[in-house]
C-alpha cells in the first residue's frame, strides 16, 4: 500500500458580487411631510429600505460584475494580517 502524504485543509471563501435595477415607486410610503403645507419630500431611508425589499423577489434579473473574490475564509485568516507565515 502507497504512503499516502500528510495534507492541511484551509477554508476559502468565494464572493461574487451582483447587480441589479430596482424601481421603486414614490408614493405616501416613500415620502414624508414636507412640513410646509400639504407638500411632500421624498424619504431616502424609506426608498432604500423598499429598494432592498424589491430586491429580494425572484424575477429580479441579476448581472455579475467581475470575477468572483477567492479568499481565506475570516475564521482563519491571522489577525491584522493579509499573509499566513
Not at 499516502?4 to 485543509?9: D, E, L, Q, R
Not at 421603486?24 to 412640513?35: A, M
Request: charged share 30%.
Amino acid at each position: 500500500m502507497p504512503a499516502t502524504k500528510p495534507s492541511i485543509s484551509v477554508r476559502l471563501r468565494r464572493t461574487t458580487t451582483e447587480s441589479a435595477h430596482v424601481s421603486v415607486p414614490v408614493s405616501d410610503e416613500t415620502t414624508r411631510p414636507d412640513g410646509e403645507g400639504e407638500d411632500r419630500k421624498l424619504d431616502v431611508e424609506k426608498i432604500m429600505s423598499a429598494a432592498l425589499e424589491l430586491g429580494t423577489i425572484e424575477p429580479i434579473e441579476w448581472e455579475q460584475e467581475g470575477e468572483p473574490q477567492i479568499e481565506l475564509h475570516p475564521i482563519q485568516a491571522p489577525l491584522n494580517s493579509d499573509s499566513i507565515e
